[in-house]
């Protein structure tokens, strides 16, 4: 069996990098210290996602962004992949409606993850309840 140098390692996470316009920390850490196994991940990866197949990417990557918020995946993990899709060209609005689909299923704490996580990466704002709200407001 061929050991990879540093230098082999460090091209594939480049190239990873390229294909799929994110690496994970974990990416990195393998390719340091257990090579084979991310060149064996990546390749499922490769054949499940990045491989042109039925599915284009914009949808494999709305996909992607709902199962990871519901399986409650870290924010990063979850930003990482809406930057994808915004890359692509889905819209912030696109992504917040795949995100709402994780509300019937997996239940309000799940949605705020994947919701929180989009947040941040498209700068969505929200409304403030006025002064008047806090007093009772006008009754109408």
């Known amino acids: ?5 540093v230098d ?3 091209q594939y996470i480049d190239e990873m990098a390229r294909k799929r316009g994110y690496v994970l920390d974990y990416h990195k850490v393998m390719a340091k ?3 084979p196994v991310l060149q064996a991940a990546n390749d499922l990866v490769g054949a499940a996602y990045l491989n042109q197949r039925a599915l284009d990417r914009k949808t494999k990557e709305l996909i992607f962004i709902v199962s990871l918020t519901v399986m409650r995946a870290s924010k990063g993990h979850i930003q990482s992949r809406i930057k994808v899709a915004l890359d692509l060209g889905v819209s912030p609005q696109e992504i917040l409606e795949a995100i709402e689909i994780s509300l ?3 239940g309000v704490v799940a949605f705020q993850a994947g919701f929180e996580a989009w947040c941040e990466v498209v700068g969505a704002e929200g409304l403030k309840p006025t002064v008047e709200a806090f007093r009772g407001g006008s009754g109408a």
Request: hydrophobic letters at 50%.
């Open 104 to 106: 019937p299923e997996a």
């Open 33 to 35: 210290h257990d090579f």
């Open 1 to 5: 069996m061929l050991i990879a140098t």
């Open 8 to 10: 082999d390692a460090q």
